[in-house]
Each structure stands twice: as C-alpha cells, then as structure tokens.
Nanobody
Framework: QVQLVESGGGLVQAGGSLRLSCAVS????????MGWYRQAPGKQRELVAG???????NYADSVKGRFTISRDNAKNTVYLQMNSLKPEDTAAYYC???????????WGQGTQVTVSS
C-alpha cells in the first residue's frame, strides 16, 4: 500500500524558513504529478506548489518567489523549501501524489506549520 509521510513542520518566526519533506513508500515515479497543499482553519484546502514527473513546476501566486518544490526520485521524496515565511502561511500542509495509471490521488496525513509574527 502506498503511503505518503510528511515531515519538517513546526513553529517559526516570520521571515524564517522551513523545509517540508514528503517520503513515499514505493517508487515516486509512479506519480505523474505531486503537490503540496495547505489548509488553514476555516478555509478550503489550496494548492501551494506542484511538480510533474517531467519536472515542471507551478506555484500559487501567494508563494511565488518564496517557496520551491523539488523531487528526488532516487530518495522517493518531494520537498517544499519555504523561505520568508509569513503568518498567513500558517496551515496544515499536505502532500498529494496522483498515480499515473489510475489517476488516484494519494494523500499524506499532514504536517503543521505555524508562523509567528
């Protein structure tokens, strides 16, 4: 069974940095697309950044220039480097992988990011 496990969340002051990791049990190449999403209390889950199997990336306007998504196929891991963090980045962050054959979406359990002002 495929599992996605996020790590790297925590409490950081505004202007600080965190790097989130999403470790995939199994081969990451099975996912045609992987993304980081976030959900703040009372708000809908939103896409933060995505990366295709070919390496193409896309970002929410609110994080462009501050966040960077990357994937290491050898380590079966996707990363989200978050710099210049703002209090509005506070949310639970989730990793998602879309299977290339079934189009099924696999989700991780989430990791909390809290940015203090």
């Amino acid at each position: 069974q495929v599992q996605l496990v996020e790590s790297g969340g925590g409490l950081v002051q505004a202007g600080g940095s965190l790097r989130l990791s999403c470790a995939v049990s199994g081969r990451i190449v099975r996912f045609i697309h992987m993304g980081w999403y976030r959900q703040a209390p009372g708000k809908q889950r939103e896409l933060v950044a995505g990366i295709s199997s070919a390496g193409s990336t896309n970002y929410a306007d609110s994080v462009k220039g501050r966040f960077t998504i990357s994937r290491d196929n050898a380590k079966n891991t996707v990363y989200l480097q978050m710099n210049s963090l703002k209090p509005e980045d506070t949310a639970a962050y989730y990793c998602k992988g879309t299977d290339s054959l079934s189009s099924y979406d696999y989700w991780g359990q989430g990791t909390q990011v809290t940015v203090s002002s």
